[in-house]
């Protein structure tokens, strides 16, 4: 048989040339030439299937229901990401920081799902995997014999196996280590991963079969490879996570068949990734009695209410120019409230060098955690701290007013439920109900000068008043 040629197609304007070069001679672009197999009409017919019974046309109401039922992989935190399970013939890629734990927790799914997995490994030999199999308690129960591990990275191999096989699940770990015979790049090289994920795809769709991709990240936290590869795929999850802390989260940040606000949480235990019991509070520090700087926020992931704690320090500068740092937080968004703060509500932060985080290792990006970051702020700059068993919740504006944010009640519903006793929110819009919360006392506040009042002196004074707590 032939050995298929291949060509380097530019990534820019799509010329190509039979040797790779650093410039495109078409549009002048540099690095962008990516080796490429190319495709004859023989192969497609031997890979993907056509998904209708013919080539013409059917009617959208004419289409037969394609719904199927989803592969529980026995996680449910997982499934809830994934929108209640694996798709049949879908195509999923999991990313995540070294040693966060990808391949613990995929090992896992695989033995919850209780069907055969061809566990395809191009990082590690079988002896390793069956090693970490052995950590987590796999080798005594059914699953040990369910997941046959290939220590292979050719894709035309996996897919042989795959195809000879017909497991309900293929993993593969990792497709920056898997080749495609026909390209001479190196593995995790752009053509490399690119081919590969098309021939992948194709085995998926073609056998009805679900297939999950390990994927590597860069240093700046996205899936190494070409962008290409994440729209391939039917959904995109990352396992993020500080890695010498317990607690890990499952996001997707892509998902043809659920939601992508939905979040898993799990703890690293030494038997590997455990679901958390009570994820709204997970994210909560203990602490003896308040303490200056820190404000607790009830977020939303999803369907789902999470308390977290948000820590701010000021400190005075030394020199230069004052530092702005955040983690699990917006820098950009930090910035602004220390301008809005000074501006606004009388709080000048200037000449102070600013840190802010939260607790966890969380990152949240919803507007919802401004409050409690512009309270954490203002505590930690005159040492008072806020009052016990209280959270914080809304929007920032430029002007200093404060905005209401989607399900309040829900949120502060949940707070009431692990103990809280008092709430600092937005008033509401003209026309609006009032916000009931089972119990929690509600301090409504219309600008953030009145929110730094109602929490660091108890009283809620009217918008343009001064703040005795803050300016003496």
Not at 62 to 77: H, M
Not at 305 to 332: F, H, M, W
């Amino acid at each position: 048989m032939a050995r298929p040629t291949s060509r380097f197609v530019c990534q820019g304007c799509g010329e190509a040339f039979l040797r790779w070069e650093g410039q495109c001679r078409a549009c002048g672009a540099w690095n962008s030439l990516v080796e490429t197999v190319v495709r004859d009409t023989a192969r497609v017919s031997r890979g993907l299937r056509v998904a209708s019974d013919g080539t013409s046309p059917v009617a959208l109401t004419d289409i037969g229901d394609s719904d199927v039922p989803r592969l529980a992989t026995g996680i449910a935190e997982l499934d809830r990401v994934l929108g209640g399970g694996l798709v049949p013939g879908s195509l999923v890629l999991v990313g995540g920081e070294p040693g966060i734990g990808k391949s613990t927790l995929l090992l896992q799914a695989a033995a919850g799902l209780g069907r055969p997995v061809l566990y395809a490994t191009g990082e590690e030999s079988a002896a390793q995997v069956r090693i970490r199999a052995g950590r987590l308690g796999l080798l005594g129960v059914p699953a040990g014999t369910a997941i046959e591990v290939l220590a292979e990275h050719d894709i035309g191999r996996i897919v042989d196996v795959g195809r000879s096989m017909r497991p309900a699940l293929v993993v593969v770990d990792s497709i920056q280590t898997a080749t495609v015979d026909e390209l001479d790049g190196a593995a995790g090289s752009v053509g490399q991963v690119r081919e590969a994920t098309l021939r992948l795809m194709e085995f998926a769709k073609g056998e009805s079969i679900a297939v999950v991709l390990v994927g590597h990240v860069t240093k700046d936290g996205s899936i190494a490879g070409p962008k290409t590869m994440e729209h391939l795929v039917d959904a995109v999850v990352s396992l993020e996570g500080e890695r010498y802390a317990a607690l890990r989260l499952v996001r997707a940040s892509k998902n043809r068949f659920g939601s992508t606000d939905e979040v898993g949480v799990f703890e690293m235990a030494g038997d590997g990734l455990v679901e958390v019991s009570d994820p709204a509070r997970a994210f909560l520090a203990d602490h003896a009695e308040p303490a200056a700087g820190s404000v607790i926020a009830p977020t939303m992931e999803g369907s789902r209410p999470l308390l977290v704690e948000v820590q701010a320090l000021v400190a005075p500068a030394g020199y230069g120019t004052p530092a702005r740092k955040g983690s699990g937080i917006d820098p950009n968004r930090l910035g602004l409230l220390v301008a809005v703060l000074a501006r606004r509500a009388g709080v000048a932060l200037g000449s102070y060098d600013v840190y802010a985080n939260l607790a966890g290792g969380l990152s949240v990006g919803e507007p919802a955690l401004d409050l409690p970051l512009a309270l954490a702020l203002a505590s930690s700059l005159r040492d008072r701290p806020l009052p016990a068993k209280s959270v914080a919740i809304g929007e920032v504006g430029l002007l200093g007013e404060l905005r209401s944010v989607a399900g309040v009640e829900r949120r502060l519903r949940e707070a009431a439920r692990l103990g809280f006793e008092m709430a600092i929110v937005p008033r509401p819009n003209r026309g609006a109900g009032p916000i009931e919360a089972n119990g929690l006392q509600i301090v409504e506040v219309a600008t953030l000068r009145d929110a730094v009042e109602a929490a660091l002196t108890g009283e809620t004074g009217r918008h343009g008043d001064a703040v005795p707590a803050l300016l003496g």
